[in-house]
C-alpha cells in the first residue's frame, strides 16, 4: 500500500527543507501532498513562489489517509503553521492515530506548542531550541523518538528526507533512492 505525507506549507516556509523532503519521498514511491494555508501561490522565505497541491482544507477533509504530516521551518513560516488551527487538527488527528510526526529547523516549535514533545528527545536550529518544551533537547541532526522526528535546518534537510523514507519504506527503499541522489548520509 502506498504511504500518504502531507506537507503543510505557509508563507515564509524554508524552500530547501521543504522541496527535498517533498523530492526525496517522492522518489522513494510515497505519494506526498503539499497544502498551503491559502489558495494559489505560497510565496517562501527566499521569494521563491511555489504551487501546493491544494489548501489545507481539502487535506483536512482526507486527514484520516495520511501515514506522516511534515512541517518545514522558515520564518515566518512556522510562525504562520503554528498560527494555523487547522495544523494543529491535523497534528492532532495523526498523533491520535500514532502516525509520523516530523519538523524540521524552527518548526519542531510548532509541535512543542502543540504538546507533541512532551517527555520526548528532540532538536532543532540552534535559535530556536530554547523554545522546545521536550523531555531532553539534544544537539543532533535527526532525532527520532517513537513517532516523532525532529531535525535542525536547511543543512540537515537530505538527512532528515531520508530518514523519514527509511521509517516509512524501510533501509532498502532508502539505499535504492540513493543510489541516485548520491547522498552523505
Do not use: W, Y
Amino acid at each position: 500500500m502506498t504511504k500518504k505525507v502531507l506537507v503543510p506549507l505557509a508563507p515564509g516556509f524554508e524552500e530547501i527543507e521543504a522541496i527535498t523532503v517533498v523530492d526525496i519521498l517522492r522518489r522513494a514511491g510515497v505519494e506526498v501532498t503539499v497544502a498551503g494555508t491559502q489558495a494559489g501561490a505560497i510565496e517562501a522565505s527566499r521569494q521563491t513562489k511555489h504551487l501546493p497541491d491544494c489548501t489545507l482544507d481539502d487535506a483536512l477533509a482526507r486527514a484520516d489517509e495520511f501515514d506522516m504530516i511534515v512541517l518545514p521551518g522558515g520564518q515566518p513560516g512556522t510562525n504562520n503553521l503554528r498560527a494555523d488551527s487547522r495544523v494543529k487538527t491535523l497534528v492532532e488527528r495523526l498523533r491520535a492515530r500514532n502516525k509520523i510526526t516530523a519538523a524540521i529547523c524552527a518548526a519542531p516549535t510548532v509541535l512543542s506548542a502543540f504538546g507533541v514533545l512532551r517527555g520526548r528527545r528532540a532538536t532543532g536550529h540552534p535559535s530556536s531550541r530554547a523554545l522546545l518544551l521536550a523531555g531532553e533537547v539534544v544537539d543532533e541532526r535527526v532525532v527520532v523518538d517513537g513517532p516523532v522526528v525532529t531535525s535542525q535546518s536547511a543543512g540537515t534537510a537530505m538527512e532528515f528526507a531520508f530518514k523519514l523514507v527509511e521509517l516509512l519504506c524501510g533501509k532498502e527503499k532508502a539505499a535504492e533512492v540513493n543510489q541516485g541522489v548520491q547522498a552523505r548520509l
